[in-house]
């Protein structure tokens, strides 16, 4: 480490204790915004100091939770510098590299935008990329962008990087093309596919000729067997797949793990075809990474999700289910995956504007709620924009006597414990910052561990 | 009364939550004791005049805008004797675009447009995204005002003389410094607001659906009963104070 690396580390970490003292939470990215500011070259060489390299994440949806599942699988085996937290800009992995001083291997989620400079700076062994939806366009502009930024990032990798690759994802899996070694993974299991292309689906016409495509199946959205019948264009050939799919309502999902090393039955204990696709990336990545499949198996099979994504909390009689909801088609998932475990009378929805949920919220009328409204008895309407929600579920069928607006958080989940009967469950849908302030709201009150120090 | 609206390629203009202003026309109709006809008119299919009282179409990203721009252009005599004929029209973001004389993208590349408004759209380098409020004056003096969401690299210049939808009280507008925003022509109303813009302003959808009667009816339009709206009105407030607090300007 240069004296001036040294230097700066020292004030960097040094920020990160005074941020987790006076209570700004976790100390996630102050020492790593400092860290940018003072030297951005310093972030590549603490990157190149990890003996086992580094591998990238990065995906519309599911990033978070695809990178924990790696994290499961991969944490027997390497000491991982891994921005758990969700810290996902330049900031955040400066932050983790900083933190994780004896690390062997470098496991970083990055937000799609910011995926060209930290490949550029980290150079990583291995780079996986999920999937492309229409998320937060007032912060990212158009999709074509952030697929140029990709581009970007996918020619910046070093030339021996493995690139992973959602195949399923006629956007994501053209990035792959051409590139020796490359690994494309994706679903292969016709009885799951929905009959129809989702609302507003994202990518339905070719990326290269603009004809629509013809999809085989669609599994989640537009992930699919596609192909073009204009030009030909269709989905890659897989090299890790999920076959045999079976559901178990909001507990479960079992596959067979098809990979070129072998296959295995995984069942994984998160609901939905959405965390197939997930737990397919983590598998793909750990195997190029030289993980045995046994060990990817046990690693899917340990996963608790992460934070505030998928969780059950206890408060004295009654259980809160907590989902996040944070672009159509993520929200989609999760409406589909309620339904398939017997959807709830009762529903607390809380939409927040800030940055980080998308100041434009016109997004919740491209999910399609209305299953789900057709079966509620009482929705509470919550955060900074529930009468936008309100409306949106008063227009989508929900009869008004049933819609009660409390934009107030924390009173929006006592009325709903409230309503919950003993031994009864209240399902949270919250955006991105309504989720932390649910866990603010039940760390405070002693239900669980702040997310910093849970192991 | 039944309402018949043609709704311009909802498989490709999409992007911005389109169908929450079809969701409202319908809603809005059914409470006043009518009926929502909506056809989609995709690439291929004709626009007949005189077959609808009221055509939507709604915003796309670059791509989906070109790929769709030679076949609206050749819809545009249709669509212009249409509106010319009485039918309402609303044109949202790339749509509104489009129904100007052309389109230039980030890229150089130009696209046709119909002409129905009087202006044309050269897309600029840095976008405009942000929270906006409009103030309106669609009938003599009855002031209104829109709240909704605006995302554009275009900047849309009004040709001299031409009405706007409304004026900026906050945010860009057609291209952040005219002041205005949106167009209106008669019956046809295009703006870069979205949000959706119907559903937290749904006087704008009432008087959109008051031209779309008359048309069907013959008659001159007139105000339809108002509904209570409290909580559209609650909606229509915040994204207000959003504008006025964040609304973007350069």
Known sequence: MSVRLAVETIAARAASRLSRLVGTGGGTTLPGKLLWKLD?????????????GAAVVSATNGKTTTTAMAAEILEPTWRLAWNRSGANLVSGVASTLLAE????????????????????RVRPRALLLGNLFRDQLDRYGELELIVERWRAATAALPPDAVLVVNGDDPQ??????????AIAFGIDDPQHARPTLQHAADSRYCVRCGKPYEFAAAYVGHLGDYRCPHCGHERPELQVRATEIELDGIEAASFTLETP????????????????YNALGAAALAQTLGTPLEEIRAGLERFGAAFGRFERIAVGDKGLLILLIKNPAGANEVVHTLLEG????????????????????????DVEFEPLLGRTERLIASGDRAAELGVRAVYGGLDEEALEVQPDIERALDRGLE??????????LPTYTAMLALQQIVTERGLVKPYWERT | MKIRVGHLYPDYLNIYADRGNIAVFDRRARLRGHELEVTAISVGDDVRPGEHDLLYIGGGQDREQALIAPDLAAKGPAIKEAAAAGAALLAVCGGYQLLGRGYVDRHGTSLPGVGLFPHETVAGDRRMIGDVLLECELEPGELRTLAGFENHAGRTRLDPGAEPLGRVVAGFGNDGESGYEGCRVVRSIGTYLHGPLLPRNPWLADWLLAQALGHATGAEPHELEPLPDRLEAEAHAISAQRARDRGGRF
């Open chain 1, 342 to 365: 017997g959807a709830p009378t009762l529903l607390l929805v809380a939409l927040n504007d800030a940055i980080a949920d998308g100041n434009d919220v016109s997004w919740i009328w």
């Open chain 1, 101 to 120: 001083r004896g690390a062997e291997l470098g496991l970083l989620e990055v937000d799609e935008g910011a995926l060209p400079e930290v490949i550029r």
């Open chain 1, 419 to 428: 309503l919950t009967p003993p031994g009864g469950e209240l399902v949270v």
């Open chain 1, 261 to 276: 090393a072998g296959s295995i039955r995984v069942r994984l204990p998160l609901p939905g075809l959405y965390n197939v």
């Open chain 1, 40 to 52: 951005p070259g310093a972030i590549d060489a603490l990157a190149a100091r990890l003996p086992q």
């Open chain 1, 172 to 181: 994501v899996g053209d990035l792959a093309r051409g590139r020796n070694g």
